[in-house]
């Protein structure tokens, strides 16, 4: 089993940045796909990016496609969502999961998921 904690979420202007990490205890990080996903109020769970274990794959949303940057660190246990030139519509409740899938597969998929954090908010004024 592995916990997972979100933090660096706040509130940031339109067009600005934030770095979301995602910490991990418990079994090895490593063996895990990790994807972020987002949560609007009223709206559904979406997919946002993933990573697979050796950060050799990585994948988007074509939503945040050239302006988010998933990556990880193994030996610090945490993968990073670097969230830039964001705007009114990233507002969300952001969670990461881990997977114990040995690839992408379908990322988007929430159930290939099996954990997850509780949430950080991240807030964009305009």
């Known amino acids: 089993q592995v916990q997972l904690v979100e933090s660096g979420g706040g509130l940031v202007q339109a067009g600005g940045s934030l770095r979301l990490s995602c910490a991990a205890s418990?079994?090895?990080?490593?063996?895990?796909?990790v994807g972020w996903f987002r949560q609007a109020p009223g709206k559904e769970r979406e997919f946002v990016a993933a990573?697979?274990?050796?950060?050799?794959?990585?994948a988007y949303a074509d939503s945040v496609k050239g302006r988010f940057t998933i990556s990880r660190d193994n030996a610090k246990n945490t993968v990073y969502l670097q969230l830039n030139s964001l705007k009114a519509e990233d507002a969300a409740l952001y969670y990461c999961?881990?997977?114990?899938?040995?690839?992408?597969?379908?990322?988007?998929?929430?159930?290939?998921?099996?954990?997850w954090g509780q949430g950080t908010q991240v807030t964009v004024s305009s």
């Open positions: 999961a881990a997977s114990t899938r040995a690839g992408l597969g379908s990322p988007g998929l929430s159930y290939q998921y099996d954990y």
């Open positions: 418990g079994r090895t990080f490593s063996n895990y796909v």
């Open positions: 990573i697979t274990r050796s950060a050799g794959s990585t």
